[in-house]
């Protein structure tokens, strides 16, 4: 079996379901990440400065070392400008998607949620619900999508409604220890994305299912052929 992950971001694979990756990886899936934005750039005037491009290179290094400890065996890189999405066609992205999905061909995917405060957490979502139409002969049998703390849970009033968890409790130190590796992008408690936060979060949603700890998913799609 293989997984694929689709994310606007570096970091997002790790924040929304760094722990359910590492665990399938362990039962024998093939997992695969796509990062489609190149990340940082928003927080800047001007995203074509020097020390911008080396801060992206840093990036890249840091999403290549936290997909390695979650055990990912590729991870494609675009550059879509961040938090622009919205400045490039749709149908743009979708091309990316799908060319990664054709070349992957998983069975499952993981993406953003639709209620998701950030606009290229939305755009991502849309743009694999396009790619993945359900047409004979597809791999796609499952689509799911995550929540990313410091984003998902601020977009009031629409809220995630997760119905599918995965008990993560023999994984969740391999997440922790993947999201060291963004030390550019880690931050401190009790900003949601701290390593605290996120082992918070965990035992929330462990919580509601009688679980210690767990990561939780909205089912988009399950087709069982």
Known sequence: ???????????????????????????????????????????????????????????????????????????????????????????????????????????????????????DHRITYEAVLTATRPIAGDTVMSVYSFEVLSSTEWNYPYGFSPNLYFNIEDTLEVKLKAMEAYSSEIRSFPHPRSLEGIKIKASQRGMEVGLKYAEAFEVVRDVRR
Do not use: W
């Open 1 to 119: 079996m293989r997984l694929l992950v689709v994310c606007a971001h570096p970091d997002d694979e790790v924040l929304g379901c760094g722990g359910t990756v590492a665990r399938l990886v362990k039962e024998g899936f093939e997992a695969f990440t796509l990062i489609l934005g190149e990340g940082v750039t928003s927080r800047y005037a001007d995203r074509n400065k020097k020390f911008v491009e080396k801060e992206l290179s840093d990036l890249k290094r840091q999403a290549l070392r936290a997909n390695e400890v979650l055990g990912v065996k590729e991870v494609f890189f675009e550059s879509f400008p961040d938090n622009r999405f919205d400045s490039v066609d749709l149908l743009d992205i979708v091309k990316v998607v799908e060319k990664v999905k054709n070349e992957v061909k998983p069975e499952v995917i993981l993406t953003h949620s639709r209620h998701d405060l950030n606009k």
